[in-house]
């Protein structure tokens, strides 16, 4: 029996030792996402910052790929929490780049899917779901730069975003917490809607003073 014990601390203290590191990890990811969102938007006035922007998304990408490999034998480890949250904000950071570059390059967005950003499916939509809020700051950014035509299009993709996320009605130990950020995002878009009515407002007066003037 005492050679089963040993056996069984063994196989906890690799189990331990692998939760370190992997901890360890994805919050050197994390970090590293919140960085490349900082970049994306610091991108619009700086556009030197795009490289760095997705230099940082590339290492955030290995390392989620080390704890990929790291726990593929610990699933328990696996979805304590720790690692989706890690992928919920690289999800973050690559669709804000993504919807970002678009829109200033006059393209199309595309969205990646969490099969290409290789991201559990909860924290995709997490993802997505707080992507909202930095697209809300974009918008800002192209009312002060009196791009309104262009703020609305934002605005319309984030309310499609907002109804893709209604679509998933399902409990929230699948989810995990989607149903608190879809509301979140509710409350960004009627917000910012009446930011951008505000602006076409006062573009329309500033027009009538210059005709009268």
Same mark, same amino acid.
């Given at each position: 029996?005492?050679?089963? &014990?040993? +056996?069984?601390?063994?196989?906890? !203290?690799?189990?331990?030792?692998?939760?370190?590191?992997?901890?360890? +990890?994805?919050?050197?990811?994390?970090? +590293?996402?919140?960085?490349? &969102?900082?970049? &994306?938007?610091?991108?619009?006035?700086?556009?030197?910052?795009?490289? !760095?922007?997705?230099?940082?998304?590339?290492?955030?990408?290995? +390392?989620?790929?080390?704890?990929?490999?790291l726990l593929k034998d610990m699933p328990e480890i696996y979805y304590a929490g720790f690692v989706e949250h890690a992928q919920q904000e690289f999800a973050e950071a690559v669709i804000t780049f993504n919807i970002i570059r678009a829109f200033e390059d006059g393209k199309n967005v595309r969205i990646p899917s969490p099969e290409e950003l290789n991201v559990t499916d909860a924290s995709y939509l997490g993802g997505l779901a707080d992507t909202v809020g930095e697209c809300r700051r974009y918008i800002i950014s192209l009312l002060i730069r009196g791009e309104t035509k262009k703020a609305q299009k934002v605005l319309a993709l984030c309310e499609d975003i907002h109804h893709i996320l209604m679509e998933f009605d399902f409990p929230d130990a699948l989810t995990h917490g989607l149903r608190h950020k879809a509301d979140i995002a509710s409350q960004l878009i009627d917000k910012t809607r009446s930011d951008i009515t505000a602006a076409f407002a006062a573009e329309r007066i500033e027009k009538v003073v210059k005709k009268v003037g």
């Amino acid at each position: 029996m005492m050679e089963d &014990i040993q +056996l069984i601390i063994e196989r906890m !203290e690799r189990r331990d030792l692998a939760r370190e590191e992997a901890i360890k +990890l994805t919050r050197e990811a994390t970090r +590293l996402s919140a960085r490349a &969102i900082r970049q &994306i938007h610091r991108s619009l006035d700086n556009p030197s910052e795009i490289e !760095e922007c997705k230099n940082s998304l590339r290492r955030a990408r290995e +390392l989620l790929n080390e704890v990929d490999n790291l726990l593929k034998d610990m699933p328990e480890i696996y979805y304590a929490g720790f690692v989706e949250h890690a992928q919920q904000e690289f999800a973050e950071a690559v669709i804000t780049f993504n919807i970002i570059r678009a829109f200033e390059d006059g393209k199309n967005v595309r969205i990646p899917s969490p099969e290409e950003l290789n991201v559990t499916d909860a924290s995709y939509l997490g993802g997505l779901a707080d992507t909202v809020g930095e697209c809300r700051r974009y918008i800002i950014s192209l009312l002060i730069r009196g791009e309104t035509k262009k703020a609305q299009k934002v605005l319309a993709l984030c309310e499609d975003i907002h109804h893709i996320l209604m679509e998933f009605d399902f409990p929230d130990a699948l989810t995990h917490g989607l149903r608190h950020k879809a509301d979140i995002a509710s409350q960004l878009i009627d917000k910012t809607r009446s930011d951008i009515t505000a602006a076409f407002a006062a573009e329309r007066i500033e027009k009538v003073v210059k005709k009268v003037g």
